[in-house]
């Protein structure tokens, strides 16, 4: 692993001052726009992403053909997301990657049965890239999708994991760890289930150490799965207290 | 637990960009301190309050913070078993890290001491002791301030604990907190901020139990010299130099300072192919041998040529001004070089260093040159490698460091300095005494050899060692197999062993077996650690210095007679003619028959009368191998020679008594052609299986340019070489033999080896397969696979080798690309070294048997200088310069009177002409060996002409040489020497 940047110190912690399995800060906000049907905003660390859903609604044109509910997702990444600054068309290569994760990790989720000949628009924009996009970015639409009343069998949410020179596993990779050359797994998971939606390597993993950190980032979306549900609670609180809807729960 | 913080951070990368990075601050970072009351400890205290150290400047117990410079500096004292209880912050080590990568990895060795009792407080994450970076604050008063935040917190928190009523009830005093600076801005400002300060060397200098810890002071100037005049053009900044470098104005590279001139030596630059050559001392400008320095080419009308002069500088004294003479003898030397620079057609590209990319600088094994004021601390060093400037230094021990050989290191070099200033940093022990000359050697071939650690012994077997049945379900059994070692005598490392037998359908079988070493040094522990840091086992005269720990070198890997021991087995099928049939590979149990020198084992085979099975197995191989040499041959593979020569060394002084050529028997190539074999099977194997990450060994073909001199020395005897593939040179120096010199193919050979390039080893991914070549073999692919004893390249194929064949598991690192890569980069470097400190101490030891004995030898002429004949000895495999012109000093030490004689030099054959006498390359000679110890830390062999005879230069030698004054003066022809006793 020559050349590679030690992405944890002697003293135990990260170049962020974060020890091994700490998730990165988490805020989250539901219900950020009025126009769609859901929306979220999510911030992991400097990673800031922001999520809207339209629908359920009808099928258009050729897809109506079959019976599944349509996810249609669509990913971007602000110019003015990363400290380079870039004009990203829509639809390169990288967003039409993430635009098919996103498909495969959401359809995972939602009941289909429930939807069938519909159709659910997914818009994620990252407003600020710092690592991790793709799994902040699975976080917020799952908000949005709440957000939106769609019915989900379990929040499905994405987290990264990483392996440092000295073999211990890291949660949650940010940007400069990103860069500095360590593997990085990224895994969307149904967490109580227990159920991998979609997982993707950056660089071959050595068998001894794949089972140890995809459970890191299991453990990670067990947690992120927390600060979700607790979020999506305090979200009810709050816009039932309005109407005196907080009481019933 | 965690707050977050967000700071922005701004870099170059053609632009300005703005970064912005968490920064997590957090409340569960502990202090370290036995003291402390507060701190959730996640660690054993490093840091206690039983404080034994007195210092007259702070008369109570402390802890000591020591700031960037300090770390930087004053290494040599940390590492001293003086300072305790010191705090090291994040902020200093990462400064640390950022600027000398080896002091980093000095400071860590002395943090993971735990005896030190140094604790890292990684303040920069902590959420009372960060510094945000004010606006207008460059990073380095950030870090300062940031420092003096960290010390000034750990002083209250420590009082905070120690303010309770228990506390002041048991009567201790309170430990209080020292910032250690050497920056008079921190020092003043933490004064300032009351906090408890000092500068190193006042620290020091106030341990009144260490008087000499001083010494290790790194000194930056000394007192008298601050008004002396510049000597040397100044440096350009670093910024400069970029901006040259950018401009292509200024060329970079490694500087090389000549070991024969101190006034000269060269840079490598990627362009020009030998360099840029450096003559003068301002245009050496500070320079020391290794330095990446900045250098301007000069116009190619001031270019001149390597002086081929060796000079050597004289004496000077610490409180010598420049003398006059000196200055006007290296004006004389760079003149002549340049006029006859104009004449030769030889000139090179010529420059002048104009500043200083990185110092390389080390620690330097040396003596101190005596003084000729009594009771001065101030003195010279004189370096061991003549590349290396001399060196001032204080010391007050120079009385007792007189004769020892010492170590310095340099701290800078300022312009009004002829020579840098530097430390002492620690003796080596008494100048000529076996352990400190070997002791030197390992040093100055960077051969890491302390004992090893406890941690790494821990990962040994435990003793008693036993086989256990699972053991022999894994492997074959091949305990009735008549196996049998062939080594040198002595050899107690027996990493190879053999067996041939007769196979029912009239083929043979042949096995090599090997160490399995693998088995018992797993990957990644401490111990495998350590045998890949030191890569090889280093054979010095007389010494070994292990790879790996003598339980497993010398007992439980090594394979001796009649014990059952674990080995790794390349078996193969072949027919009479040699030809494989199949081969296997397994791990096996063997119990070797009986372990031979190669002279037992060549007596048993000549002997017809033995027919046991070990004889009988030993001529089959014997057979087999002659078959297998000839077939290499005939693809090319080259015999070289180089002069090898074995001492015999008395057991209890480790001196040599005798030394003698070593011998070359049949058996020798016997063992040599299978474990060639095996190598090159095992080789094929693994590329095979691991086209990305598998360790071979290549040999490049030479670039033709480097077999020049040979040629040319080739042709002034009539004979051609072809260089253009191993079998065409192979045929031609087959080819040069004469009659009436029988050494002559013998010395055509050593030049060759001389031409050739270093075998690497190298990671299969990295190399398109026609570059896996070894052209000295003629094999398109190679390998180590027969001495993991010794060589942790072996280790690392054998545990591919396991992997393929399912003997052993893989691990990650095992198939990582970059880390063998990196594996393989120390690998060729601890080779090489080892390979230099093995010469180092044959010369060594060559010296010692000289002491005090003068002896005429034959010898004959390898290559014609300028100013002298370099002459090889074949009975020592000795190789010395025969200085043909004297200077007035007498460069070999012996006063000589004016003499006469005068030789001429021919460019054009070649040639040295006094009178009708004629050397030429190759020409026999006898040459009077004597030790000249003059100086004391260059002892030297002085080879003085006996014949052929010139009067007024060759020695006298008695009633003898007297019939030769009479004689004819002899010509090139006369070959009638004698040996004298
Ligand atoms: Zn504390």
Redesign the pocket.
């Known amino acids: 692993m020559a050349g590679r940047f030690e992405l944890l110190s002697e003293q135990g912690l990260r170049l962020d001052g974060r020890r091994p399995h700490e998730l990165r800060h988490i805020k989250c906000k539901m219900g950020v726009f009025e126009q769609p049907d859901g929306s979220a905003y999510m911030e992991q660390g400097n990673t800031k992403v922001l999520a809207a859903v339209y629908g359920p609604h009808q099928a258009k044109g050729k897809k109506t053909e079959t019976n599944d509910v349509i996810i249609n997702c669509q990913y971007s990444q602000a110019t003015f997301s990363t400290s380079e600054r870039k004009n990203r068309p829509r639809g390169d290569r990288k967003s039409q990657e993430f635009k098919m994760y996103l498909q495969q990790a959401l359809s995972a989720a939602i009941k289909s049965e429930l939807y069938p000949r519909s159709q659910i628009d997914v818009y994620v924009e990252v407003l600020q890239a710092d690592g991790a996009n793709y799994a902040v970015s699975l976080n917020a639409a799952t908000l949005a999708l709440i957000d939106a009343g769609i019915c989900l069998n379990e929040f499905v949410v994405a987290c990264t994991a990483s392996l440092s020179k000295s073999n211990i596993p890291l949660t949650d990779i940010s940007n400069i760890e990103e860069v500095s050359g360590g593997p990085k797994l990224t895994v969307a998971a149904l967490p109580t289930a227990e159920k991998i939606a979609f997982l993707e390597m950056s660089e071959r993993f050595h068998i001894d150490h794949l089972e140890t950190v995809i459970e890191t980032a299991m453990a990670g979306c067990r947690e992120i799965r927390d600060i979700l549900e607790a979020a999506v609670k305090e979200h009810l609180i709050h816009i039932g207290s309005a109407a005196d809807w907080g009481r019933v729960c | 637990m965690q707050t977050l913080r967000e700071f922005t951070r701004k870099t170059k990368r053609g632009n300005i960009l703005k970064i912005v990075r968490e920064h997590y601050l957090r409340d569960d970072i ?2 370290g ?1 036995d003291i ?1 009351q ?2 959730f400890q996640n660690d054993v205290y490093a840091l206690t309050a039983d404080h034994d150290l007195q210092s007259s400047l702070f008369k109570y117990p402390h802890y000591l913070v020591l700031d960037t410079n300090v770390v930087l500096d004053q290494i040599d004292v940390l590492e001293e078993d003086v300072l305790r209880n010191v705090i090291i912050l994040t902020t200093v080590l990462n400064e640390v890290k950022h600027k000398s990568s080896s002091i980093y990895k000095r400071i860590n060795e002395i943090i993971h001491d735990r005896r030190r009792n140094f604790y890292v407080f990684v303040n920069e994450h902590h959420k009372d002791t960060y510094a945000d970076r004010e606006p207008d604050e460059t990073a380095n008063d950030r870090n300062d301030r940031a420092i003096r935040i960290a010390t000034k917190w750990y002083d209250n ?1 420590l009082k905070s604990s120690q303010v309770s009523k228990s506390f002041q009830r048991s009567g201790r005093q309170v430990t209080r907190v020292v910032l250690l600076t050497d920056d008079a801005g921190n020092r003043a400002k933490a004064e300032a901020e009351d906090i408890l300060v000092a500068t190193a060397s006042e620290y020091v200098k106030s341990l009144s139990d260490h008087p000499l810890l001083a010494d290790k002071l790194s000194h930056k100037t000394f007192a008298n010299e601050k008004q002396a005049l510049p000597q040397y053009p100044p440096h350009l900044s670093l910024r400069e130099i970029l901006e040259g470098l950018k401009q292509k104005k200024l060329l970079q590279g490694s500087f090389q300072a000549s070991r024969e001139n101190y006034l000269e030596g060269n840079v490598n630059v990627e362009q020009y192919e030998k360099g840029i050559l450096i003559q003068g001392r301002e245009s050496l400008n500070r320079a020391v041998d290794g330095d990446i320095v900045a250098i301007e080419l000069l116009p190619q009308s001031e270019w001149s040529a390597p002086s081929e002069i060796v000079l050597e500088e004289k004496n000077v004294y610490a409180d010598d001004l420049p003398s006059e003479e000196r200055t006007e003898e290296e004006k004389v030397m760079l003149q002549q070089v340049r006029a006859a620079a104009v004449v030769d057609a030889e000139r090179t590209p010529t420059g002048r260093i104009v500043g200083i990319v990185r110092r390389k600088w080390r620690q330097y094994c040396g003596i101190l040159q005596p003084s000729l004021i009594e009771d001065t601390s101030r003195h010279i060093f004189v370096p061991a490698d003549r590349k290396i400037p001399r060196i001032r230094i204080e010391t007050r021990q120079a009385a007792t460091l007189q004769n020892q050989r010492i170590i310095v290191t340099i701290d800078n070099w300022p312009r009004n300095s002829r020579y840098p200033h530097g430390h002492f940093v620690r003796s080596l022990g008494p100048l000529g005494d076996m352990n400190t000359e070997n002791e030197v050697i390992l040093l100055e071939h960077d051969v890491p050899h302390c004992k090893f650690s406890e941690e790494v012994l821990s990962f040994l077997p435990k003793m008693p060692w036993t086989i256990t049945p699972e053991d022999y379900a894994k492997r074959v059994d091949l305990r009735d197999l008549y196996i049998c070692s062939v080594d040198p005598p002595g050899c107690t490392d027996i990493d190879d062993a053999l067996h041939c037998r007769e196979l029912e359908n009239g083929n043979l079988e042949v096995g090599v077996h090997i160490a399995d070493v693998s088995h018992f040094i797993r990957p990644g522990n401490a111990l495998d650690k350590e045998a890949a840091a030191r890569g090889t086992t280093v054979y010095l005269v007389g010494k070994r210095i292990d790879m790996v720990p003598e339980l497993l070198s010398s007992n439980l890997c090594s394979l001796v007679g009649g014990v059952e021991r674990f080995a790794f087995s390349c078996v193969w099928e072949m027919d009479k003619e040699a030809n494989i049939i199949k081969k296997r590979f397994h791990k096996s149990v063997i119990k070797s028959k009986r372990a031979m020198t190669y002279e037992e084992a060549q007596v048993l085979i000549d002997d017809s009368t033995q027919d046991n099975e070990i004889a009988k197995s030993l001529r089959h191989l014997n057979r087999l191998a002659k078959i297998l040499k000839k077939r290499r041959m005939d693809n090319g593979a080259l015999v070289l020679a180089s002069p090898e020569i074995r001492f015999q060394v008395d057991s209890e002084t480790h001196e040599p008594l005798e030394v003698e050529v070593k011998q070359l028997r049949d058996t020798n190539s016997m063992v040599e052609e299978f474990m060639l074999l095996a190598n090159i099977s095992v080789a094929e194997h693994i590329a095979a299986e691991f086209s990305e990450c598998a360790v071979l060994r290549r040999h490049p073909k030479p670039p033709t340019t480097n077999f020049d001199p040979l040629i040319k020395a080739a042709r002034y005897q009539g004979f051609e070489i072809e260089t253009e593939t191993g079998l065409s040179l192979s045929h031609s120096l087959d080819k040069c033999v004469k009659a009436d010199n029988p050494y002559f193919n013998t010395m055509i050979r050593i030049l060759t080896t001389r031409c050739m390039m270093q075998a690497v080893y190298f990671i299969s991914g990295s190399l398109q397969k026609e570059e896996f070549f070894h052209y000295g073999l003629a094999a398109p692919i190679y390998t180590h696979f027969t001495s993991p004893i010794r060589r942790y390249s072996d280790i690392m194929v054998h545990r591919l080798l396991a992997a393929s064949i399912g003997a052993d598991s893989t691990y990650a690192q095992l198939l990582e690309r970059k880390s063998n890569e990196e594996l393989c980069h120390n690998l060729n470097y601890r080779h090489k070294m080892a390979q230099y400190a093995g010469r180092a101490s044959v010369g060594l030891n060559t010296h010692l048997f000289f002491r005090g004995k003068e002896e005429d030898e034959e010898g004959y002429v390898l290559f014609v200088r300028k100013n002298a004949l370099q002459v090889l000895i074949p009975k020592y495999g000795l190789e010395g310069t025969l200085y043909l012109k004297t200077d007035k000093d007498g460069k070999d030490g012996h006063e000589r009177a004016k003499s006469t004689v005068v030789f001429t030099f021919s460019e054009e054959d070649h040639t040295q002409r006094c009178g009708n006498v004629v050397f030429h390359s190759f020409d026999p000679v006898t040459v009077r060996l004597s030790l000249d110890s003059s100086n004391v830390q260059h002892e030297k062999l002085v080879f003085r002409l006996v014949k052929p005879y010139i009067k007024g230069f060759s020695v006298e030698t008695g009633s003898e040489s007297a019939a030769d004054v009479a004689a004819p003066p002899p010509t090139k022809k006369t070959k009638k020497n004698q040996k004298k006793k």
């Open positions: 502990g202090c301190s402390c507060h701190c928190h």
